[in-house]
């Protein structure tokens, strides 16, 4: 039913209008890789909030923006309901040529800061819009071929930015801040200052408080508490690792041993020191939610639990794929995933 639906919407020209909410963003947000709206209350902190024009200067999401995310999202899901349809494939190409420059800004690596033009702070903002790139990049990469032939370079440059995210999700998130900035968020996340600081999402580190506060100071007390903000965000960064995960399988391509001595530390592959720390990010979560009974039974921490299942099983997957042979974090990742899905089988 669903694909009828679907089959329903592109027939009567849905794809079309998707094309023009692309202009219409191009033309609402603010230049790619312009300055910030939002910064931090400390007007000499480096750290950078808003880095892709988000939030307004008051700080409420640009609801264009908050469209542009459902855009993404949509044609990702137009191309799962709809495999093969030639004009969901071409409203894809169509998407990821005018729209190339707003994608591979939402991929920016989020350990930037204002130099580099990457958020030192991670907001709501940057984590929806990642998802929803990342996603629909790898619809896209299941066009690979017209891809390459409509966009030679693409290809490459989503490999380097897929690559640096997971090195930084494996070796860099638990230096990273999570921030609270509109009125909705502040309200999930219990707060009523602005950019307050939002506990690490049930996220890689020792310490699951936030290191620094948007003005680069020691986190307050208030920010010691799991809130509803901080569990959104972990679901979306957990998507957004395990789609840059999947896009890096499906556009690695078949090597033996010795050619991944060679290629394996380019800037399109992953650092196999990153996927082990990862991994062992990951095994000590899953291991803490098998213990944990009282988070098992709650849906969103459930639905967590099989995101990080998913990223254990293809990174797991990607360094077999560069012909790394197993290792210690591979094997307790592995091992904690599968003794986790028998519980909640």
């Excluded at 929803?132 to 693409?154: D, H, N, T, Y």
């Excluded at 399988?249 to 650092?271: F, H, M, N, Q």
């Amino acid at each position: 039913e669903s694909n009828y639906v679907a089959n329903g919407l592109v027939s009567k020209g849905l794809g079309e209008a998707i094309v023009s909410i692309c202009h219409w963003v191009t033309d609402a947000l603010p230049r790619v890789g312009c300055a910030a709206n939002v910064s931090s209350s400390d007007a000499n902190s480096e750290y950078l909030m808003d880095f892709a024009g988000m939030y307004t200067e008051c700080g409420t999401r640009y609801e264009i923006h908050a469209v542009w995310c459902v855009v993404l999202s949509l044609c990702s899901l137009l191309s799962a309901a709809l495999p093969g349809h030639r004009k969901v494939e071409t409203l894809l190409l169509r998407v990821s040529v005018s729209m190339a420059d707003r994608i591979a800004l939402a991929m920016r690596c989020p350990d930037g800061g204002a130099d580099e033009g990457g958020p030192r702070i991670l907001t709501l903002g940057y984590l929806e819009e990642g998802r929803a790139a990342l996603g629909f990049i790898c619809a896209l990469s299941r066009l690979e071929g017209e891809w390459l032939v409509s966009q030679p370079k693409m290809v490459t440059q989503m490999r380097r930015l897929t690559a640096r995210f997971i090195e930084f999700a494996g070796s860099d998130v638990h230096n990273a801040s999570f921030a609270a900035i509109s009125p909705e968020e502040l309200r999930k996340n219990g707060m009523e200052a602005a950019a307050t600081p939002v506990r690490a999402p049930v996220l890689f580190g020792a310490d699951p408080v936030l290191q620094l506060s948007p003005t680069g100071g020691p986190v307050g007390e208030a920010a010691a508490e799991v809130t509803e903000i901080s569990l959104t965000m972990a679901g979306h960064l957990y998507a957004m690792i395990k789609y840059a995960l999947d896009f890096q399988l499906v556009s690695s391509p078949e090597i033996c041993e010795a050619e991944a001595i060679y290629l394996v530390g380019k800037d399109t592959w992953v650092r196999t020191q990153a996927l082990e720390e990862l991994l062992a990010s990951v095994a000590s979560l899953l291991e803490s939610m098998c213990d944990d009974q009282a988070s098992r039974k709650m849906g969103i921490m459930r639905n967590l639990a099989w995101r990080l299942m998913a990223i254990c099983e293809n990174a797991t997957s990607l360094l077999s794929q560069m012909s790394s042979p197993p290792t210690l974090a591979s094997s307790l990742a592995s091992a904690a995933a599968a003794k986790l899905r028998s519980i909640y089988a």
